[in-house]
């Protein structure tokens, strides 16, 4: 007996599923017969059945034990949890946090951080030393033994605080580089979403058209029993079979424009573009939004485009202050050793004479003070701020109108799930009931269907258009960044 239970715990470890399917339809068998074993009265020497049928004592006792063991052993395994793994799917917040560390694009886009700090290292470099080396003598002419040598190194030092603003105009450009980096991340999450969104819109026309063509295979299944049944002409069948070739088309056409949009959302996660995608199909609620002004407030104070804009302003003011330091150029300063002969006519030859060389040269800026550059920037600067005030508006007014379009098609969306969507459905189910009762010709059928189709499809377009504005608006606001 011992065997048989090591081999039935073995197989019940192998098996959990199919053994609490096994249990629940046998358990009242076993309860019975053990409640049976239990309440029968002694009948002699033997007990119940096993006097009847030649069984010992002993053997019902190991019986009634063997069941007791094996329903114990069942309600521990129904006790069990057994949920099947789900895959669940990405959420449009978990796909761009994915874009933003794999994608490709951003990847390369964030190189610009680093040549702007290559930028700040130049600008706190000094030039390079010169190295000079004359000589002079007259060989070619008298010949008397005259020359001049000399060795020295020049040095060229930057006065005005040249340096200084370089590295001023070098730092605001790291921050226009973060700033730049922070748009692009913006854009990319704004396409990640507006993909996302579609992709789920078109699985959801897909449930459409696979409710439409199991009505239409339920429509052709009865006009072909009518028409075997001589209810019908065959123009029935082919009215119901051409209606469900044509919700079919429809189907295949999506699927591949779905496939098409998981294809490009992977691109933009910089994956490839035939991995399998797994999508979180919740949709956001339709809760009333913020208002409309901290809706701009919030686009206002994140837009990284905004705050490039306000960068600039800054750099054409430290460009400004670097264009009147460069008005004094480099100072020079020279310093060698100088070794001269010279030959008087009549004297006996004269000794070497050694000397320090010490110069400094000094530009006068006298033709050209930077008056252009100077000028430049001052232009660039009042550009920035007229360009601030131009996209400050911009950016309220894009909240706006992405607000109210939500607004809109939160009524349109509304009104199709009270009445339109659920009025079509009911038109439909009766169409067929009346068909399958003679009462109406099938062109009437196939026109609900047509309709309730329409209305599906109208709907789902109306929610393709909220969730596109839903994106663009969080995009607008740079809520996917946060």
């Known amino acids: 007996m011992f065997v048989h239970l090591r081999a039935a715990f073995a197989a019940m470890a192998r098996q959990r599923t199919t053994m609490r399917c096994v249990f629940v339809a046998s358990v009242a068998r076993v309860t019975s017969a053990c409640v049976t074993a239990l309440l029968s009265p002694p009948s002699g020497p033997r007990y119940g059945a096993a006097a009847r049928t030649g069984g010992t004592p002993s053997s019902t006792k190991s019986s009634f034990v063997r069941h007791i063991f094996i329903f114990c052993i069942g309600f521990a395994l129904l006790g069990i949890p057994n949920h099947p793994a789900r895959a669940k799917g990405l959420t449009v917040t978990q796909l761009i946090a994915t874009a933003l560390r794999e994608s490709k694009e951003l990847q390369a886009a964030r190189f610009v951080e680093a040549k702007a700090r290559a930028r700040l290292v130049q600008a706190g470099l000094l030039p390079n030393p010169s190295l000079e080396l004359a000589n002079k003598n007259d060989r070619v002419f008298a010949n008397e033994g005259e020359y001049t040598s000399s060795i020295g190194f020049s040095q060229k030092f930057p006065v005005a605080g040249r340096v200084a603003r370089q590295k001023d105009v070098a730092q605001v450009d790291i921050d226009l580089a973060l700033a730049e980096i922070s748009e692009a991340e913006r854009k990319h999450a704004g396409e990640i979403a507006i993909t996302f969104y579609r992709a789920l819109i078109l699985n959801r026309q897909i449930e459409t058209r696979d409710h439409l063509i199991e009505l239409d295979r339920n429509l052709l299944e009865s006009a072909r029993n009518r028409f075997r049944a001589a209810e019908v002409s065959e123009l029935d069948v082919n009215v119901a079979q051409l209606d469900l070739q044509r919700v079919t088309q429809e189907r295949a056409l999506l699927v591949n424009e779905k496939l098409n949009q998981l294809g490009q959302l992977n691109q933009l996660l910089g994956r490839a573009a035939a991995q399998p995608l797994a999508l979180d199909e919740t949709l956001p609620s339709m809760e009333s939004l913020p208002s409309l002004a901290d809706q701009q407030r919030r686009a206002l104070d994140h837009r990284p485009d905004l705050r490039a804009a306000v960068l600039t302003v800054r750099r054409a003011r430290a460009d400004h202050k670097l264009a009147r ?53 001052i232009a660039t600067g009042a550009q920035a701020e007229a360009q601030i005030v131009a996209l400050r508006r911009s950016i309220s007014n894009e909240v706006a109108n992405f607000v109210a379009e939500i607004a809109r098609l939160q009524q349109v969306i509304v009104e199709y799930q009270r009445t339109m969507l659920p009025v079509s459905e009911g038109n439909v189910r009766l169409a067929q009931q009346g068909y399958g009762r003679g009462q109406i010709p099938i062109s009437d059928v196939v026109q609900a269907g047509r309709q309730q189709g329409d209305i599906n499809i109208a709907y789902l377009a109306a929610l393709d258009l909220y969730l596109q504005a839903w994106a663009k608006l969080r995009t607008a606001t740079a809520d996917y960044l946060k």
Request: charged share 20%; proline share 9%; net charge negative.
């Open 325 to 377: 330091a460069e008005r004094f150029e480099d100072w020079t300063v020279g310093l060698g050793v100088e070794r001269s002969r010279s030959a008087i006519e009549g004297a006996p030859p004269q000794p070497s004479n050694n000397a320090l060389a010490l110069s400094l040269s000094i530009p006068l800026p006298l033709l050209n003070n930077n008056e252009g550059r100077v000028a430049e920037t």
